[in-house]
């Protein structure tokens, strides 16, 4: 995809005070996610720059004056490149514009946030953070689950299911992705899933540990679907629906109490096809 930007380089460096950036996070969905600060500056915002994970309710939410841009990135298919991302936060910041780059969930989590902070630093324009909530958090508060247990999981891990060839990527922590007593959110997995638990369970995963697929968490159209490590890439793929999706894996994913002591090991030993698909 081809980008044009709205004025020569130029035009833009020639600036005017008042221009800054506020990198916001809009949280996993649900427009009631959003902190009372995100949804301030994006009232206020003169150009709003969104991510396509940015929900349609959250962008209503702008003001008349806003001018919005759909700044996506998918997986396949077209999408903008991040240097020209970069160049017209900064171009609109340096016209004295307040710029809002709206992404989907916390900023700071696998969102290329620091390359969007260094082009602002490095053109001189005040760039700020307003943390949103990740979509952990929020698939873990649709499951009604800490990703946090004092006797299950005494750390939590988010770790991103590609790399930028659209592989597993070689330096993730097999030691660390097999601790027992670890609650591992996989972010993107949808493509490379079935690859990162074969290497979970050659590291030592046990095999009925507990694994929830949460699709557009928090969102009309949220889906969940249970199974363990060993399962789950087979159960997500039979799920065959669209949306976002992230994978949260490890004894604290357990549906309850009762279900951590023994359920997890008899829904190991189902057919897959017996239970795939069933919502919740
Ligand atoms: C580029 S990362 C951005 C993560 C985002 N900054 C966050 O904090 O959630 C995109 C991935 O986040 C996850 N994701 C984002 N929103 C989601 C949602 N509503 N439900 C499930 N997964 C979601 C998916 O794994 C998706 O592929």
Redesign the pocket.
């Known amino acids: 995809m081809t980008i044009r930007l709205e004025a020569p380089p130029a035009a833009a460096s020639a600036g005017r005070p008042g221009g800054g950036v506020a990198l916001v996070?809009a949280g996993?969905?649900d427009p009631e996610l959003l902190t009372v600060k995100a949804l301030r500056l994006i009232r206020a915002a003169d150009v709003l720059l969104a991510?396509n994970?940015v929900s349609p309710e959250i962008l209503r939410l702008a003001g008349p004056q806003t001018r919005l841009v759909r700044v996506g990135?998918t997986?396949h298919g077209p999408s903008w490149r991040q240097a020209d991302i970069n160049a017209l936060i900064v171009q609109h910041a340096l016209l004295g514009r307040r710029v809002v780059r709206l992404?989907?969930?916390?900023?700071?989590?696998?969102?290329?946030a620091g390359e969007e902070i260094e082009a602002c630093r490095a053109a001189g324009v005040p760039v700020e953070i307003v943390p949103?909530?990740?979509?952990?958090q929020?698939?873990a508060a649709s499951l009604t689950l800490s990703l946090t247990h004092r006797d299950h999981a005494r750390r939590v891990q988010f770790v991103?299911?590609h790399d930028r060839d659209g592989v597993v990527p070689a330096d993730l922590s097999w030691t660390d992705l097999a601790d027992p007593a670890v609650t591992t959110v996989?972010?993107?997995?949808?493509r490379t899933l079935a690859d990162l638990a074969h290497r979970a369970l050659e590291a030592g995963l046990d095999p009925a540990t507990p694994a929830v697929a949460?699709?557009?968490?928090?969102?009309p159209d949220?889906r969940i679907v249970r199974g363990c490590i060993a399962d789950i890439a087979e159960r997500l793929a039979l799920e065959g629906g669209e949306?976002?999706?992230?994978?949260l894996i490890g004894r604290a994913m357990a549906c309850d109490e009762a279900d951590l002591l023994k359920g997890a090991r008899e829904r190991a030993a189902a057919p897959v096809a017996a239970t795939a698909g069933r919502a919740r």
């Not at 996989?186 to 949808?190: A, D, K, L």
């Open positions: 996070g996993p969905g991510d994970l990135k997986g992404k989907g969930g916390d900023p700071s989590i696998f969102g290329r949103g909530i990740t979509s952990a929020g698939a991103t299911a996989v972010y993107m997995p949808r949460v699709v557009s968490a928090t969102r949220e949306g976002p999706a992230i994978v």
